[in-house]
């Protein structure tokens, strides 16, 4: 087996699977795709995870990362991704070796 085959088998048997790190979500209306929210890797590529605007609302930022083939089609900047039923915006995705990272924003009260 060559190496890029063993790491797309290692994405679902070990980073995704839920018995390790994956976690069940509702993605965009389908149910139990497993999911990796990683605020360490984030912060490692952002400099700031939330910022407050003048009008008092909190732009709160995260990433996750989600097998490619359960995702369908990369999303682009600026489209919406549905997690649990909350809303939000995607500022960057990446496709990494059939595994994506996604870096997501939403807008909250303070």
Known sequence: MKFKEM?????????LNPDEFGEPHMVNGRENVNIIFDDVEFLNREKFRSEVKDDGTSLAKTMFYVKASDFGRLPKTGSQVTIDGANFRVEKAVNEQGLYSITIRSVTAR
Do not use: C, E, H, Y
């Open 7 to 15: 790491v797309r088998k290692d994405i679902t048997s070990v980073f």
